[in-house]
Every structure is written in structure tokens, then in C-alpha cells.
């Protein structure tokens, strides 16, 4: 709380100062991406004037040149840096790709199916084996598509303060909130802070979610540029009740009218939760030793630079539950059940760099990775000792390309473990080729070897069924993928990438078909591998048609898996598709979009959902999905406000309650939520 009181006085004091009169962007744009110091077509438009606040009188030039210097103040200055150093620019438009990302994670969630409540896990309905990260996490991956991990927090390059604010309603008694205020002390010192915080009670009982997510960065280089440093500061608790889902799906398939209203619907517990709390300290900075520039005009002079990346975190997931419940097992070890797996990692790396504008920029890093995974005590089993902790330490040697030959892009990187046991190696190479103006190929390969999650690896339970060690027995999952593409400004995106696993690691049950039919199919899952190869196949392809007011948004996905036991289910097709109307409203003051959203993915082995571990695991006895969500939506911009009106699932009205969005966990039913997106400018 008290990181949302900071939070709501920052502000606070940013409205009193931000300017209600600031003009509107005069023609819509899109975002703008600029890889270093390469400088791409700029294709945004808006503008923002800055008035100032009364003041004395001064002389008539002083005054000019003050106005001049504030009215060329554009929206393009307004800038946002990833964690990766590529750059994008405020974007105050409206777009179906906004309607796209505005939801709790705050991207596209083509590839995800969520769960009925706000806050809850998201199932994928497609898979990417190309961008898994090179060390081991603590797991209950389930838990994680909203933690914000360090890869993800944003850093901020503003000429004045900004303040974006993001509302939607929730699901019953709550509201979602993500506010942040960016703002410079001087031209080189940037801040921000951002608080991300909701409360949904569900429509369903038993399904309450909440989180906190506070976020401060800061970056600073110095006058003549030698000297550069961001970093942040994260505090992130994501908590939510489990209810096991349905206790009889007859209450839900039958479509009875004395459970209509979902909240008098059985589940199968009522008295467990689970959390993520996780804290991080982050820091990058680098000097530059040389900094050749032939003139003033040298926008990539010859240099040679050495810097640190520091980064420590603690994070931990419980799972409680004040009583024993079959469906994890009988005769528990402890009552009630309070389970606590902690992760304690800290990381260091030091890096040398030499950019040229022709040779391109060349970097060779070395890494030290200190974890520590541990539980509260030793477990003596029938089958042998459980240890209370994995800890070690990894040193890796690394380097990086990325080069900008006339129409050819290129961007590569290697790790290699010296010292560990963790992790092997890490290869990743991109390209693009720019045809011509809209026209671009694009390709990639990825190849890695690294140990699955430490909850594989190592798990303790007040429940006798979870506790196991697969140290010895488990080895590298090995990583293949390689990727094509072809962007075009008038065909679409197209993309194709194949993947090949060894190793392949998953949860499954092991309940015998009568455990089943007892609804104790959750209380044996446990962690496997697959000895045989696991192929996958994903083709994407994405196309806006426009003609006049009108435009036709589509994404389509192609998969096939070939593997010799069915350890990947996915589904064969998945596809969404948006018809939608945009014009100005009353004489321009007001931006509008309008249209229906249509998304469909066939019918599959879908993963189910064991709230216990916060993973999905592997089932092949039920068939679920090959129904639509149908959503219609009326969305608005005035000025830098968007607004959003969408009635999800429609067709839940007058279709068969058969959606699921994992067994025994159906999706949600017809809602109307509205939110709202608002940037102020001082």
C-alpha cells in the first residue's frame, strides 16, 4: 500500500501541473522503432504544445525564442527505451492493435486463452521455443504472464513531465489500474514510477485475484556522453484464491436456470490461495574509454566502452490451504498446508564494446550467476533423501554483433558456461533484408541447451505426492528453431518457424482411470521427460484490408507437432478476425472505431490446471475448444484520451455452455467492460 499511496501523490501533483488546454495530434501515426543510432522513416505525425505557466514579463526576442524552443516540443521526443536499448515513441493514436493490448497484460494475447477471472493463468494455444531465458526461473510458470521480469520494465526519455493512466473494470467488486508518471530532473537524468494494481472478486466463488506491482526507474547520461546508467527498482505481489474448478460440470453443461447466476455453482475447494512476491534491484552503466568523432555531425563515431550489468532478486510462491483436500492427496504430512519454494538469485556481468560504423558494434561479456533455491528442511522419504536446496554459481563467457550493412541488418549473440551445471550454451542470429520500401525479409536461428525450471528439478509439499529431486535424472533440454518471414507493407506478415526439442520437459498425471473418475487425477502430477524428439511447426500470417471507412484485421496460425508420445498439445488452427468501421465524429472532435472481433481455435487436448505447482500439465482423455469468442467493440479518442467499450463473448447468450478455458475450468461468460487510456502532458 504503500507504494500505491507514493504512487497516487506523484500524480496527484502531476495533474496540478499538466496542462488541460494542450492541442490534440492532428493526424493519426504509429510508433516509431529506432535500432541505436540508425535512423528509420518517421512516420508519426502528432505534436503536443506546451504553454507555459504565467510568468514576469520579458523582453519581446527572450520570449520568442521561448515559445519557439516549447512549440517545437513533439510527441517523437516523447521516447521509450527497452531493456535491449531499441527505442519507440509515445503513441497517442487509436488503432485496432490498441484494442488488441488493452488487457491485463497489456499485449496481444492471440496465443493465450485466459481463465474466467482477472488475474488468473492464461493457457497457450501456440508455442515459441526461440526465446526461453538461459537461466533456470523458481517455475509456477502459470502464475508468471503478468510479472513484470527485467527484460520487460521500460525506461523514459521525456522533455516534460508525462503521465499515462490505464482503468478497466474487473470482474465483480474491483477495479485494474495501471498509472505511471515519467518525468526529467534535468535534460540527462530521466525518473519514472508506476504503480500496477487490481482487485476482480469473480463471477465464480472462491476465485478472488489481486495484485500490486510498483516499478521506479531512473537514467542518466552526461553532457558529453561518456557516461551512461539506468536501472530499477521492482516490488511485485500477485495473489489469487483457487477453487479446483468445477466439482460437477453438469451445473455448468446443462445450462440449468438456478445456476445461471455462477457464484451458486460447486467447486472443489474453497480454502486455498496461492502468491508470487518477488523484489529486484537492477542496474546497467557504461563509460566510454574512446569516443572518436570525426565532427559534430558523427552520429556513430568510433568507440570503445566497458560497462556492468547487476541484477539481484528474491522471489517466492506459496501455496496455502487451511485444510487437507483429496484432490491433492490424503494423509498430508502437516495441517494446514503452507508450501513456500524461495529463489534468491544475483547477477553480474561485465562487458567491453567497440562500435564502428562500419565494422558495426562488437561485444564480448563475462557472467557470474549466484542462485540459491531452497525450502525450509530436509525430507527423508521411502524412496530416499529430498534435499532442502539447489545453489551454485555459473560463470559465462559471451558476445554479441549487430551490424547495419546497406539493406541488410544483421544481430547475433553467444553464451557459453564455463563453470555450472545449469546451462550449456546459447546462440541466437537475426536478420533483415529491406527489399524496398515495404518490402523486407527476415530470418533467425536459436539454438540453446539449459536445465528446465527448478521446480522440475527439486519440490517439497506438505502434500506426500509432490515432493520429488530429478537432479541426477534429468538432462539439457536441447533447442533448435529456425525461423522466416516475409513483411510487406501491402501482403501482410508472414512468418514461419520450426522447432526441434530434446529433451522436452512437462507435468503429467499419472492417475490410474479409476483416480480419475474419483476427481484425483490433480493429486498425481509430477514432472517428465521426453526421451524422444518433439517437432513443432507454427505458421502465422497477419493482414489489415482497408477499403474507405472500413478494414478487415486477420491473424491466422498453422501448427503441426510431430512427436512419438503426446507431450505437446496445441491446437491445429487458431484465428482471429476483426471487421471494424473508423471516422471522425462530431466536426473531429471525437475519433471513432467500432466493429466485431471473431476468434476461433480448433479442438485439442487442451493443458489442464494444477493450482497446487501454479503449472499446467499434460492431459489426453478430454477434447476441449472448437467454439468462438465473439466480441463487439466501440472504442474513442479525444485528445490523448482512448476510451473502450467492449462487450466480450456475446455468443455465450445463445450458445452452448461448452467453453472452456482449461478442464474443468470454464471461460467467462457475456460481460461489458469499459476503461479508459489517458496521457498528460505538462
Known amino acids: 500500500m504503500r507504494y500505491l499511496a507514493l504512487t497516487l501523490l506523484l500524480l496527484i501533483g502531476q495533474s496540478v501541473l499538466a496542462q488541460q488546454d494542450s492541442i490534440p495530434p492532428k493526424k493519426e501515426g504509429d510508433s516509431i522503432r529506432l535500432q541505436e543510432k540508425d535512423t528509420l522513416a518517421l512516420r508519426q505525425k502528432d505534436s503536443v504544445a506546451v504553454d507555459s505557466m504565467p510568468a514576469k514579463p520579458k523582453r519581446r526576442d527572450s520570449a520568442k525564442l521561448e515559445a519557439k524552443q516549447k512549440d517545437s516540443v513533439s510527441i517523437r521526443d516523447y521516447k521509450i527505451i527497452s531493456y535491449y536499448g531499441d527505442t519507440t515513441v509515445v503513441d497517442t493514436t487509436l ?22 477471472n482477472m488475474g488468473q493463468p492464461y ?9 526461453a531465458p538461459y537461466y533456470p526461473r523458481i517455475g509456477a510458470k502459470a502464475k508468471h504472464p503478468g510479472y513484470f521480469e527485467k527484460e520487460d520494465v521500460n525506461y523514459y526519455h521525456v522533455p516534460t513531465p508525462m503521465t499515462e493512466l490505464m482503468f478497466k473494470t474487473t470482474f465483480e467488486q474491483g477495479q485494474y489500474l495501471d498509472a505511471l508518471l515519467t518525468f526529467n530532473v534535468s535534460e540527462r537524468f530521466n525518473m519514472s514510477v508506476a504503480y500496477n494494481g487490481f ?21 542518466y547520461v552526461t553532457k558529453n556522453r561518456r557516461y551512461s546508467l539506468k536501472g530499477h527498482i521492482a516490488a511485485q ?9 468445477l466439482r460437477n460440470k453438469s451445473q455448468f453443461e446443462d445450462d440449468l436456470p438456478d445456476f445461471q447466476d455462477r457464484a451458486k455453482i460447486d467447486l472443489l475447494y474453497t480454502n486455498a490461495n496461492n502468491r508470487i512476491l518477488g523484489k529486484r534491484y537492477f542496474l546497467n552503466h557504461q563509460f566510454k574509454l574512446v569516443n572518436h568523432k570525426k565532427d559534430s555531425t558523427d552520429n556513430s563515431p568510433t568507440a570503445l566502452a566497458i560497462g556492468h550489468e547487476f541484477s539481484y532478486e528474491t522471489k517466492m510462491y506459496d501455496f496455502e490451504q487451511t485444510q487437507q483436500n483429496d484432490a491433492f492427496g490424503q494423509d498430508p504430512f502437516l495441517v494446514p498446508i503452507e508450501d513456500r519454494a524461495r529463489l534468491k538469485t544475483m547477477f553480474n556481468k561485465g562487458f567491453v564494446e567497440f562500435s564502428n560504423k562500419i565494422l558495426g558494434r562488437l561485444s564480448g561479456s563475462v557472467s557470474l550467476f549466484n542462485y540459491n533455491y531452497f525450502f525450509n528442511s530436509i525430507l527423508f522419504t521411502d524412496e530416499g533423501v529430498i534435499q532442502n536446496k539447489l545453489q551454485g554459481e555459473e560463470i559465462v563467457v559471451g558476445g554479441s554483433y549487430r551490424n547495419r550493412i546497406g539493406p541488410l541488418y544483421l544481430e547475433g549473440s553467444v553464451d557459453c558456461t564455463v563453470v555450472g551445471e545449469l546451462t550449456a550454451n546459447k546462440f541466437d542470429a537475426r536478420a533483415r533484408y529491406t527489399l524496398n520500401e515495404g518490402n523486407s525479409l527476415l530470418g533467425s536461428v536459436h539454438v540453446s541447451s539449459r536445465m528446465p525450471d527448478f521446480n522440475y528439478l527439486l519440490y517439497q509439499s506438505d502434500y506426500r505426492n509432490f515432493n520429488w529431486q530429478n537432479t541426477d535424472t534429468f538432462d539439457n533440454i536441447r533447442t533448435k528453431s529456425i525461423k522466416f ?61 482497408k477499403w474507405r471507412k472500413w478494414a478487415l484485421m486477420n491473424t491466422v ?46 479442438s485439442y487436448n487442451m493443458d489442464a490446471y494444477n493450482p497446487l505447482l501454479g503449472e499446467f500439465y499434460i492431459q489426453n482423455n478430454e477434447e476441449l475448444g472448437g467454439y468462438p469468442l465473439l466480441d463487439v467493440f466501440i472504442n474513442a479518442k479525444v485528445k490523448q484520451t482512448r476510451i473502450f467499450l467492449k462487450a466480450e463473448h456475446l455468443n455465450s447468450i445463445f450458445s452452448e455452455p461448452n467453453y472452456y478455458s482449461a478442464p474443468n475450468y470454464p471461460y467467462r461468460d457475456f460481460v461489458i467492460r469499459f476503461g479508459l487510456v489517458w496521457n498528460l502532458f505538462s
Open 95 to 116: 488503432s485496432i492493435r490498441k484494442d488488441y493490448i488493452y488487457n491485463y497484460l497489456r499485449k496481444d494475447d492471440f496465443e493465450l486463452m485466459p481463465f474466467a
Open 237 to 245: 505481489e500477485m495473489q489469487s484464491e483457487e477453487s479446483g474448478g
Open 557 to 602: 496460425m498453422y501448427q503441426e507437432v510431430d512427436q512419438g508420445n503426446q507431450v505437446l498439445n496445441l491446437p491445429q488452427v487458431v484465428t482471429r478476425n476483426s471487421l471494424y468501421f473508423s471516422s471522425d465524429v462530431f466536426k473531429k472532435a471525437m475519433f471513432l472505431q467500432t466493429g466485431v472481433t471473431f476468434k476461433y481455435f480448433t
Open 199 to 219: 482487485r476482480s472478486l469473480g463471477k465464480y466463488r472462491y476465485e478472488e485475484a489481486q495484485d500490486g506491482k510498483f516499478r521506479t526507474t531512473f537514467s
Open 485 to 545: 518471414g516475409f513483411d510487406s507493407r501491402t501482403y501482410g506478415l508472414l512468418s514461419a518457424e520450426y522447432s526441434t526439442l530434446d529433451n522436452y520437459t512437462y507435468f503429467a498425471s499419472t492417475a490410474t482411470e479409476e483416480e480419475i473418475g474419483l476427481g484425483q487425477e490433480t493429486a498425481f502430477v509430477r514432472p517428465f521427460q521426453e526421451s524422444g524428439a518433439v517437432n513443432h511447426l507454427k505458421v502465422k500470417y497477419e493482414k489489415e484490408i
Open 123 to 131: 493457457n497457450e494455444l501456440g508455442k515459441s521455443f526461440s526465446s
